[in-house]
T-cell receptor, first 119, second 110 residues
């Protein structure tokens, strides 16, 4: 159980275009989803926390107008990288935590990540 | 001081060895502790999840938490080449904020 599906697994786009990444919880409802960015050989850097039905909370230094997050349902969150530039090239990973009150402190379950390359 | 400290390695062991991976932390409020395994170009995979102090065993993996020392460990017995990956520790006290170590790169040599 607790499967998080992330799509696409990799994407190449041209500078100036937008890219949407989807994150789905397949067998549980996720009130909270987290979006991370990971550079080579570095740990996870939290970008934003999204709660179903409300605006995402962005970490300091993350441009909310550039990284649009939508969490419209309990099983789907999307990250859209708008007007992508080569410096946005990175590995983006989503994670989710369950909504069951009994699992309030349940662990995070991660998607398999999306490798974005902006040319 | 970082909230969570983890030796990045790299750590290289022969097949069959016992591997010990460790993290220290500074916030005594942390209650829930996790270990993740991350293969190259993949998302982290949950290995162990423990609450408060004590040991938890799952197959070849044992997670240990010592809250008095603010120290957690992951032991891997009979290590296999397929265990070669980066191991991340993580912890939380609110369930809304998770703190990660930088990850330890492990290579198990056949």
């Amino acid at each position: 159980g607790a499967v998080v599906s992330q799509h696409p697994s990799w994407v190449i786009c041209k500078s100036g275009t937008s890219v949407k990444i989807e994150c789905r919880s397949l067998d549980f409802q996720a009130t909270t989803m987290f979006w991370y960015r990971q550079f080579p050989k570095q740990s996870l850097m939290l970008m934003a926390t999204s709660n179903e039905g409300s605006k995402a909370t962005y970490e300091q230094g993350v441009e909310k107008d550039k990284f649009l997050i939508n969490h419209a349902s309990l099983t789907l969150s999307t990250l859209t990288v708008t007007s992508a530039h080569p410096e946005d090239s990175s590995f983006y990973i989503c994670s989710a935590r369950g909504s069951d009150p009994a699992s309030y402190n349940s662990p995070l379950h991660f998607g398999n990540g999306t490798r974005l390359t902006v040319t | 001081q970082k909230e969570v400290e983890q030796d990045p390695g790299p750590l290289s062991v022969p097949e069959g060895a016992i591997v010990s991976l460790n993290c220290t932390y500074s916030n005594s409020a942390f209650q829930y502790f996790m270990w993740y395994r991350q293969y190259s170009r993949k998302g982290p995979e949950l290995l162990m999840y423990t609450y408060s102090s004590g040991n938890k065993e799952d197959g070849r993996f044992t997670a240990q938490v010592d809250k008095s020392s603010k120290y957690i460990s992951l032991f891997i017995r009979d290590s296999q080449p397929s265990d070669s990956a980066t191991y991340l520790c993580a912890m939380t006290y609110t369930g809304n904020q998770f703190y990660f170590g930088t990850g330890t790169s492990l290579t198990v040599i056949p």
